[in-house]
């Protein structure tokens, strides 16, 4: 008997859904759409997985490798190694670092409406492949909610059809990020409010990689004249 993860798969090759036409306002939202919001947006951003957790600021007004501020540390300020440590790392990030445009990987062909919720639609894409090494877009699918009146994307989510491996030794039975959007109001635009990723899976067959982790934004400022 195969495996039901196997089989939804299968049926997805089989028997595909059926393609729609994505109204303008939605294909315009997803054109201008960033994963993580808009630029020149200072905000507190909370990370928890398990025990651990940590709370940092950015500041967009500040110099480059100056912008984040480690706040907290498992629920602690920060000793002093813990700060050297934490501005050491981000200094050796890339400051140009700006997020994937999930748009360009949806495969339009695959746009499925799925249904309405209230003032909300929710549409169905299949992923394309972002590269030749990319092994994990064909097992994913992304689910949008789009709230009509203020053409805005509320959330996002990109989860697995079925199991997969992304690399030799690797083993994903499932995972899922969602994000989540505030609605625009006259005073702020549209910003990202939470992330939350789960992820199923082991290494080499005996190393767990199962995670739940969950990334909050708050305290959002806009430090530039308007």
């Known amino acids: 008997m195969l495996k039901p993860g196997l089989l939804l798969l299968l049926l997805l090759h089989v028997l595909p859904l059926q393609a729609e036409s994505l109204p303008p306002d939605l294909a315009a939202a997803l054109k201008d759409f960033r994963s993580d919001g808009p630029k020149g947006w200072g905000y507190t951003q909370t990370t928890v997985a398990g025990s651990e957790s940590l709370v940092e600021r950015f500041n967009p007004a500040e110099p480059d490798f100056q912008r984040w501020t480690l706040v907290r540390k498992n629920g602690q300020a920060p000793t002093p190694d813990e700060t050297r440590d934490y501005n050491e790392g981000r200094s050796r990030r890339s400051s140009g670092?700006?997020?994937?445009?999930?748009?360009?990987?949806?495969?339009?062909?695959?746009?499925?409406?799925v249904r309405t919720e209230g003032e909300r639609t929710v549409w169905h894409f299949r992923l394309q492949?972002?590269?030749l090494d990319d092994r994990a877009a064909s097992f994913m699918a992304v689910t949008i909610t789009f709230h009509q009146p203020t053409r805005t994307i509320e959330q996002v989510e990109i989860a697995s059809i079925a199991p997969f491996s992304p690399v030799f030794g690797v083993k994903i039975a499932g995972t899922m990020t969602r994000m989540h959007y505030s609605l625009p109001t006259p005073e702020r635009p549209s910003l990202l409010l939470a992330v939350t990723i789960q992820v199923r899976g082991r290494a080499f067959w005996f190393?767990?990689?199962?995670?739940?982790?969950?990334?909050?934004?708050?305290?959002?400022?806009?430090?530039?004249?308007k």
């Open 97 to 113: 670092a700006t997020a994937p445009r999930l748009q360009d990987q949806l495969d339009d062909t695959s746009a499925t409406f």
């Open 129 to 131: 492949s972002g590269g």
């Open 207 to 225: 190393k767990s990689l199962d995670q739940d982790m969950t990334v909050t934004y708050t305290d959002q400022t806009y430090p530039f004249k």
